[in-house]
């Protein structure tokens, strides 16, 4: 199983980017999906997550910005991210939790400066 990670980059403060997630090979059952920043000396924290239902849960630092989204047919999550700040700067992370395990992506950089 594999996620791969796109979409990261170099953006202005107040941009938009969207970050995408497709997971690959034999996959049971997927329970949710969701995207994880860690910034330089910082730990890894909770960006967004959804579940295969549709329920979706976000930080307090993302909520009105950002928005999650779930092609269950594709197994693809993606991050539309909006409004973006410079304290938005960080790797971002894809993961996935099936009934059997929990997978993740390698990261992608976001970098929100002017």
């Known amino acids: 199983v594999q996620l791969q990670a796109s979409g990261g980059g170099l953006v202005q403060p107040g941009g938009s980017l969207r970050l995408s997630c497709a997971a690959s090979?034999?996959?049971?059952?997927?329970?949710?999906m969701g995207w994880y920043r860690q910034a330089p000396e910082k730990e890894r924290e909770l960006v967004a997550e959804?579940?295969?239902?549709?329920?979706?849960n976000y930080a307090d630092s993302v909520k009105g910005r950002f928005a999650i989204s779930l092609d269950n047919a594709k197994k693809t999550v993606y991050l539309q991210m909006n409004s973006l700040k410079p304290e938005d700067t960080a790797v971002y992370y894809c993961k996935m939790v099936t009934t059997a395990y929990d997978y993740w992506g390698q990261g992608t950089q976001l970098t929100v400066s002017s």
């Open positions: 090979g034999r996959i049971s059952t997927i329970n949710t």
């Open positions: 959804i579940t295969s239902d549709g329920s979706t």
